[in-house]
């Protein structure tokens, strides 16, 4: 069945199916490394909740949907946000980005969501960049780094005790000048004293709030890469271990075919970083979109706005289908501004079935024999 459903997956008929909702404009937190650092805490012109109702009535049916923010917990109203997009638009996969510093409120927040969307799976990834000092400082928040921890113990918690198989509990940390030579430690500390679903890397990307942040040289970000790729195969297996896969396809495939995906992520971010092209197209405005606080719509992350949804009846779809969006899908095609981002590079993979089909497969075989 797995096995159906992964085929059937890649070879789906196309239509926006990860969407990208910026829940809030409001944040906590002060990050050296935000990209956003000028558009947030603008609570007056995020969407109201009425009309957030409108867009996500018009949207249409939309598997994945990654929160995003600001702080994603301190919209008041993201229980019920959620449940909108379960109910009208099938969603069955929501991503929430958490900085964790209100551990009470994402444990009251994730619980509500599993409770009230009972086929839905929850992933909450909490930004974690570095132990004790170095988090907090690159978070500018004293004392940021304890109460993810205990953010990160409450939701573990709660996993254990009542949703095993739906709550993903995960830590992101993004590679910057400031951090990659801890990274090794951070990398161990969580997998010995944590028992977490997934510890993700990512590379940072936009301009930073603060100058000085940057890159690592490339040989720095592939030797953490490595380091990555055996703690994504541990990370596999305890995943596999919780029944959060499904056992058909028995633990070697699956393992393998995640483990595959990651590191096909970080050599398409390898590649760009060396000034090469992505080996596929990306998808952005055809299968991923995304939507900001205020209502503006984009086909991804990192490229200008299209226009509001205010002015346009509420409805992506509409915007999507205008000529500015075209001429973007097109740049993005004709590989004019491939980037690292995570989520964008995931998502085309999933939709391009040679690399899921064959690419990747062939790598995953490739580090699994190792
Ligand atoms: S990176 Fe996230 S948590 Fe940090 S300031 Fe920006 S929006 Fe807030
Ligand atoms: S390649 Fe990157 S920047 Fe370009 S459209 Fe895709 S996600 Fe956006």
């Known amino acids: 069945m797995r096995v159906l459903k992964y085929i059937n997956q890649t070879f789906q008929k196309k239509g926006i199916d990860f969407l990208i909702f910026f829940i809030t404009s409001v944040c906590n937190a002060r990050c050296k490394h935000c990209f956003y650092a000028d558009s947030l805490n603008k609570p007056n012109s995020d969407l109201t909740d009425e009309e957030i109702r409108k867009v996500i009535k018009n949207l249409g049916p939309i598997k994945d949907i990654a929160f995003s923010g600001g702080e994603p917990t301190l919209r008041s109203n993201i229980v019920e946000i959620t449940k909108q997009f379960y109910d009208d638009c099938g969603s069955r996969s929501f991503s929430l980005p958490c900085n964790g510093l209100l551990p009470d409120r994402i444990r009251q927040v994730a619980e509500q969501i599993l409770e009230q969307c009972p086929e839905a799976k929850l992933l909450v990834n909490f930004s974690i960049d570095g132990l004790n000092e170095i988090h907090d400082r690159i978070r500018a928040v004293p004392g940021n780094f304890k109460r993810s921890l205990q953010s990160i113990e409450k939701l573990i918690e709660l996993r254990d005790s009542k949703y095993l198989k739906r709550l993903f509990v995960n830590v992101n940390t993004v590679i910057t000048n400031e951090n990659y030579k801890e990274m090794p430690d951070q990398l161990k500390f969580f997998r010995e004293k944590y028992d977490l679903d997934g510890h993700f890397i990512e590379v940072m990307r936009g301009t930073p709030k603060d100058p000085l942040m940057g890159l690592p040289s490339i040989e720095e970000i592939k030797k953490i890469h490595k380091l990555g790729i055996e ?3 541990y990370y596999a297996n305890r ?20 483990v595959g995906a990651i590191n096909y992520l970080y050599y398409t971010q390898e590649r760009v970083l060396e000034g090469k092209k992505w080996k596929m197209d990306c998808k952005a405005g055809e299968t991923s979109a995304v939507i900001d606080a205020n209502g503006d719509v984009r086909i991804c992350e990192l490229r200008e706005r299209i226009a509001n949804l205010r002015d346009h009846d509420y409805n992506m779809h509409n915007i999507l289908k205008l000529p500015k969006s075209q001429q973007q899908i097109n740049l993005a095609k004709s590989h004019a501004c491939d980037c690292t981002h995570n989520c964008f590079i995931y998502n085309s993979i999933n939709h391009t079935p040679k690399v899921r089909m064959l690419d990747l497969p062939i790598k995953a075989i490739k580090i699994n024999s190792k």
């Open 231 to 233: 703690n994504d195969k």
């Open 239 to 258: 995943k596999y271990d919780r029944g959060k896969f499904g056992a058909d396809l028995g633990r070697y495939l699956t393992t393998t075919l995640v």
